[in-house]
């Protein structure tokens, strides 16, 4: 094997030599973990995709059978459709509520996977790798597209040196105190 197709295929944890680098392997596997992540995302899109054409047909469903519920005379029967209608149109609401938190799982998501892909940037970036200021730049980066709260306390829990778990236990303490104010709200 001649010296120059030797250079062309960077050492590996599997196959080590003096050009091995723990960095290259981290930069690896964050892509990895980032390929990942947009495999899933894609596939649930399209699976959520799917069930939003379902729910907005059975939604329709509902309205025509609720409608048609109405122009009957009064008996025992319609007031059961009716009741069924009114039940079906509130499990929708729940499904609502679980395509909302899949939209909310799916903006997670999505920030992880570009935070991972600007992190595995600056990791392969020699120049920058060993420079504070790039760190704190790309710190300040992710920390700007957190949208909700939990997540930026998350992120401030981590960088403070919590361990993960600290981070967790700590954010929904917050997220219950948060709550519980919320709930003390008195309106007038």
């Known amino acids: 094997m001649s010296h120059s197709e030797n250079t062309m295929s960077p050492s590996t944890s599997e196959s ?25 995302l894609e596939e649930g899109d399209d699976s959520i995709s799917n069930l939003a ?20 005379p009064a008996s025992t029967e319609k007031d059961t459709i009716i009741k069924n209608c009114e039940s079906v149109v509130s499990e929708m609401q729940h499904t609502i509520m679980a395509f909302q938190f899949y939209d909310k799982f799916n903006q997670r998501l999505s920030h992880v996977s570009g935070s991972l892909g600007v992190l595995a940037s600056l990791m392969s970036d020699p120049d920058k790798l060993y420079n504070p200021y ?3 730049g790309l710190q300040k980066k992710i920390q700007s597209k957190y949208t909700v709260e939990s997540d930026r306390l998350m992120f401030e829990y981590i960088l403070a040196g919590h361990s993960v778990d600290e981070a967790l236990a700590m954010t929904k303490q917050a997220e219950k105190s948060a709550k519980q104010e919320d709930d003390d709200v008195e309106l007038f």
Do not use: C, K, Y
Request: aromatic share 6%; hydrophobic share 50%; charged share 20%.
């Open 16 to 40: 080590p030599d003096l050009d091995w680098s723990q960095i290259r392997e981290t930069v690896m596997m964050l892509n990895l973990a980032i390929a990942q992540i947009t495999g899933t």
């Open 53 to 72: 054409d379902a729910f907005t047909t059975m939604v329709g469903n509902v309205e025509t059978a609720h409608m048609a519920a109405e122009e009957l």
């Open 134 to 136: 790039e760190w704190r």
